[in-house]
């Protein structure tokens, strides 16, 4: 099983990046995918998530209307969009993939920071 999250970088505040995770390893349509931020001293958090066919989706309210999680399950792969972006984004981003409350699968992060 494999999760690798790319895409991550430096970016200015109002800027914009795209995260993607490429899965592989196990049955990529019938799980779960969110993607999760850890900030420096702080606990992570969820940022978003969509379920398995993509017709349900959740954030966090702090990201909501500037941050959007997509998939395409013919590709194996998440997304997160990410625009006007502000230096509280600042984190290290981990997708993670999750099924049945039994399997759950974690990439090894992307940082993203938000800095002028």
């Known amino acids: 099983v494999q999760l690798v999250e790319s895409g991550g970088g430096l970016v200015q505040p109002g800027g914009s990046l795209r995260l993607s995770c490429a899965a592989s390893?196990?049955?990529?349509?019938?799980?779960?995918m969110s993607w999760y931020r850890q900030a420096p001293g702080k606990e992570r958090e969820l940022v978003a998530a969509i379920s398995s066919t993509g017709g349900s989706t959740n954030y966090a309210a702090s990201v909501k209307g500037r941050l959007t999680i997509s998939r395409v399950n013919d590709k194996n792969t998440v997304y997160l969009t990410m625009n006007s972006l502000k230096p509280d984004d600042t984190a290290v981003y981990y997708c993670?993939?999750?099924?049945?409350?039994?399997?759950?699968?974690w990439g090894q992060g992307t940082q993203v920071t938000v800095s002028s």
């Open positions: 993670n993939a999750y099924f049945n409350r039994k399997y759950e699968y």
């Open positions: 390893g196990f049955t990529f349509s019938s799980y779960r």
